[in-house]
């Protein structure tokens, strides 16, 4: 299976949790989605997790003219990169999907493929209740076929903070996807022929 297949098996609706290691780069992983998607693109960008592979993709050299005008919605931080459609409270972010919602109308006609990078710091900085309500929430958007979503998280980082947090999150997703190297490792999938697929990036 190359890339590109893999990401047409994702259905509308879907909320698929890219689970990645430290030493990985999901920077990479990012910036393929953003290439390959057949749907328009809205970041969610947490805590300045978009300026992070921002700046990572340009010291490796590869062209981020691309990401300069994808639809941003923003929750804390203060670098902007691509179209910030709306800001939002960190707290608001996790309590008042209503207000996520009337940004999200801002960016246009769906269906999208909704990237949500930096979900793991979400995590750390919420209290136990706030992270139940968090998990509520994505339960709630699964299902959504306005959207396929991808929300990339520091496994690493999640299971030493939270075993409970990222299991749940794992139950909750329709696909689970773990970045290795370079590699895209499917451990969930509601598509069972994707099991233990190993998928290469792409080298932009």
């Known amino acids: ?12 609706g879907e909320t698929v949790l890219v689970e990645y290691s430290a030493c990985s780069r ?11 998607s057949k749907l328009p693109i809205v970041v969610d960008d947490l805590v300045d997790s978009l300026y992070e592979y921002y700046v990572r993709l340009k010291l490796a050299g590869i062209n981020v003219g691309k990401l ?3 639809k941003v919605i923003k929750t804390g931080g203060s670098k902007n990169v691509g179209s910030v459609i709306g800001k ?24 999208f493929t909704n ?4 979900i793991h ?12 309500k968090l998990l509520k929430m994505l339960s709630d958007y699964v299902g959504n076929e306005s959207r396929v979503a991808f929300y990339f998280l520091n496994r690493d980082a999640t299971e030493k903070f939270s075993p409970a947090i990222l299991a749940l999150m794992e139950e909750i997703s329709t696909s689970v ?13 509601i ?3 994707m099991l233990g697929e190993r998928i290469p990036l792409l080298k932009p």
Do not use: C, Q
């Open 121 to 132: 710091k979400l995590i750390f900085l919420g209290s136990m209740l706030e992270n139940m």
């Open 88 to 111: 939002l409270e960190l707290g608001k972010y996790i309590m008042n999907v209503g207000e996520y919602a009337k940004v999200m109308d801002k960016a246009g006609k769906p269906p």
């Open 191 to 193: 598509n069972e022929d």
């Open 68 to 70: 300069e005008n994808i």
């Open 177 to 189: 996807v773990l970045l290795e190297g370079e590699t895209i490792i499917v451990k969930k999938a």
């Open 1 to 12: 299976m190359d890339f590109e297949e893999f990401l047409s098996n994702f259905r509308l």
């Open 26 to 36: 999901p920077e990479l992983l990012f910036y393929d989605i953003v290439t390959y």
């Open 115 to 118: 990237l949500v990078l930096g």
